[in-house]
């Protein structure tokens, strides 16, 4: 089984910061939208996702500049899934 290596490149830190990022976003915008707690974690992982997947399809038409790499869009996933994560988990203890 291939190894997987992650944070092997300073990058793929940066991309788990933004997904952390896209997250929080999504949470605080969600959170005026919705009363549901449930939906601001749904909203949150789900721009996070869709962040990670489009920043990687504008790298693979644009590969003059960009350089299109799988992991990018895994490392922004599971900073998409932290922040949510944390806030499912405190509010599953309330």
Same mark, same amino acid.
């Given at each position: 089984? !291939?190894?997987?290596?992650?944070?092997?490149q300073?990058? =793929? =830190?940066?991309?788990?910061?933004? +997904?952390?990022?896209?997250s #929080?976003?999504g949470?605080?915008?969600s959170?005026?939208?919705?009363?549901? !707690?449930?939906?601001?974690?749904?909203?949150s992982?789900?721009?996070?996702?869709? %962040? +990670?997947?489009? =920043?990687?399809?504008?790298?693979?038409?644009?590969? =003059?500049?960009h /350089? !299109?790499d799988?992991?990018?869009?895994? %490392? /922004? #996933?599971?900073? +998409? #899934?932290? %922040? !949510?994560?944390?806030?499912?988990?405190?509010l599953l203890?309330?």
């Amino acid at each position: 089984m !291939p190894k997987i290596p992650l944070w092997k490149q300073e990058d =793929k =830190k940066d991309h788990f910061v933004s +997904g952390i990022d896209w997250s #929080i976003f999504g949470m605080i915008t969600s959170f005026v939208i919705f009363s549901n !707690p449930y939906m601001w974690v749904l909203c949150s992982f789900s721009l996070a996702l869709c %962040a +990670g997947i489009i =920043k990687e399809i504008e790298d693979y038409f644009d590969q =003059k500049h960009h /350089t !299109p790499d799988i992991w990018d869009a895994v %490392a /922004t #996933i599971l900073g +998409g #899934i932290l %922040a !949510p994560g944390v806030l499912l988990v405190i509010l599953l203890l309330l």
